[in-house]
C-alpha cells in the first residue's frame, strides 16, 4: 500500500474504533489558543485544572487576559507547568491579537494561513505544534498538527524515519489527504488518542486499532 492508501485506512480504522472527537475541548477560540500555549510539555488533566483555575476568578476573553498581571496569571495557570514561561507566553500571544486583529481573535479566521502561521511562529516561545494548534482548531484553517503521539505512530508504522523534520512529517499528511479542516482536526485527535491508549513511550500493540499496519521497531522506547 502507499503512503496515501495507508493513512486513509489508518483514519478509517481510528474513526470505527473512538468516533468522533470533537476537537478542540473549549469553550472560545480564544481559551482554545490559551489551551494551546498551556498543554505545552503537560497532560491535557494539568491544562483543564489552569483553565478552571482561570475561569473561577474571570472571564477568559482578551480584555481581562490583557488587564491581568503575568504574576497573576501565572499563580492561576499552575497546574499546568512552566507557568511563568506560559503566562509570559499567553500575554504575547493576547498582544499578538490586540495588534494584528483590534483584539477580536474572530479576525484570525479573515488571514491568510500562511501569514497567520508566520506571525505565530514570531511570537517568542510559540513553535510549530503551538501554533498549528491555534490555526487549525481556533482560526478553524486546514494545517495538520504535528505532536509526539504523530511522530511515534508515523515512526513506529515507518513512514519516516527516526530522525526527521515536523515540515516532513506535516507534509507526509497534507499531501496525500484532503485539505480539510474537519478532517485534518479529527485525524489529529484520533491519534492522540491511540497515542494515549497504545502508542506511549514504549508501545502497547495489543489491541490497538491500527495493529493491522506494518510495524517498525514496535517497542522502541522514543
Not at 121 to 137: F, M
Amino acid at each position: 500500500m502507499n503512503n496515501e492508501v495507508r493513512l486513509k485506512k489508518i483514519y478509517k480504522k481510528l474513526f470505527e474504533n473512538y468516533g468522533e472527537q470533537k476537537w478542540w475541548p473549549a469553550d472560545s477560540k480564544l481559551e482554545c489558543a490559551i489551551g494551546a500555549v498551556l498543554t505545552q510539555n503537560t497532560s491535557w488533566q494539568n491544562v483543564e485544572k489552569a483553565i478552571i483555575n482561570i475561569k473561577s476568578v474571570m472571564e477568559i476573553t482578551v480584555e481581562n487576559l490583557s488587564a491581568i498581571s503575568a504574576n497573576e496569571l501565572s499563580l492561576l495557570i499552575r497546574p499546568s507547568g512552566f507557568y511563568r514561561q506560559k503566562a509570559e507566553r499567553i500575554k504575547r500571544v493576547i498582544e499578538f491579537i490586540n495588534t494584528r486583529y483590534e483584539g477580536k481573535i474572530d479576525k484570525m479566521e479573515d488571514d491568510n494561513i500562511l501569514d497567520l502561521r508566520r506571525g505565530l511562529l514570531s511570537i517568542n516561545g510559540i513553535g510549530p505544534e503551538t501554533a498549528d494548534c491555534i490555526v487549525l482548531y481556533a482560526a478553524k484553517k486546514p494545517v495538520f498538527v504535528i505532536d509526539k503521539y504523530t511522530y511515534r505512530l508515523l515512526y513506529r508504522h515507518g513512514f519516516v524515519e527516526r530522525e526527521t523534520s515536523y515540515q516532513e512529517m506535516q507534509d507526509l499528511f497534507t499531501d496525500n489527504l484532503d485539505n480539510e479542516q474537519v478532517l485534518f482536526g479529527e485525524y489529529h485527535a484520533l491519534i492522540v488518542e491511540v497515542g494515549k491508549n497504545h502508542c506511549k513511550k514504549r508501545a502497547a500493540c495489543e489491541g490497538c486499532p491500527v495493529n493491522f499496519d506494518t510495524h517498525k521497531f514496535s517497542f522502541e522506547i522514543i
